[in-house]
């Protein structure tokens, strides 16, 4: 049973624009949520998180947004640059729990110049 | 700072065959997982070592994969009989701590199974 839903596996931004990238969770026990950011042939790499207490972080031009009620969350990138192309991971950690994360099926987000 | 090492980056065996996978965490940090990520999946926790002690390993296919900790700094993954669903990549992660500490990855061992 898949808890953390990322249901767009693809997403195409013009340079400078802002990309949108969205991620849905089931579990009500989920109270702290990041994003990964993967290059090919690379392990993942931590770009932002926000704890269940918050709605919104931001950290540059990377801004979380999360939505408890609709159990949402998004990640904003502007200006959308090259560099970002690559794939985004939604992961969830339950409270109290050990800090083993549960992933998403990931988005390819790719820039174009 | 060093990160997560992780060797080899790729392993090419033949079903019912055994594989072991090594990861070198971060110096300090006292948390280490293992991931398996299929392919157009998301990583999926298979262990967590606190120091050389497990604090989950519910999703471990016990009767063929094995990991362990020694001295609580490296971890070998081992597999054995291989199946063609373990065709993985198998990511190894570490963290300072067990609550809400960042998880740094390595660069993940490919695994084909023919």
């Known amino acids: 049973d898949q808890q953390v839903k990322q249901n767009s596996p693809s997403l195409s931004v013009q340079e400078g624009r802002i990309s949108i990238l969205n991620c849905d969770y089931t579990?009500?026990?989920?109270?702290?949520f990041l994003w990964y950011k993967k290059y090919p042939a690379e392990g993942p790499t931590f770009l932002i998180s926000i704890s269940s207490i918050k709605d919104k972080n931001e950290d540059g031009r990377f801004t979380v947004f999360l939505n408890k009620s609709a159990k949402h969350l998004s990640l904003h990138i502007v200006p959308s640059q090259p560099g970002d192309s690559a794939v985004y991971f939604c992961?969830?950690?339950?409270?109290?729990?050990?800090?083993?994360?549960?992933f998403g099926t990931g988005t390819r987000l790719t820039v174009i110049p | 700072e060093a990160g997560v090492a992780q060797s080899p980056r790729y392993k090419i065996i033949e079903k019912r065959q055994s594989v072991a996978f090594w990861c070198n965490p971060i110096s300090g940090h006292a948390t280490l997982y293992w991931y398996q990520q299929i392919l157009g999946q998301g990583p999926k926790l298979l262990i967590q070592?606190?120091?050389?002690?497990?604090?989950?390993d519910s999703q471990l296919p016990k009767d063929r994969f094995s990991a362990e900790r020694l001295k609580g700094v490296d971890s070998t993954l081992k597999i054995q009989p291989a199946k063609l669903e373990d065709s993985a990549v198998y990511l190894c992660a570490s963290s300072l701590g067990d609550t809400r500490e960042t998880q740094y990855f390595g660069p993940g061992t490919r695994l084909l199974v023919l």
């Open positions: 579990n009500s026990m989920f109270d702290y």
């Open positions: 992961a969830a950690s339950v409270r109290g729990g050990a800090n083993n994360l549960f």
């Open positions: 070592f606190q120091n050389n002690g497990v604090v989950d």
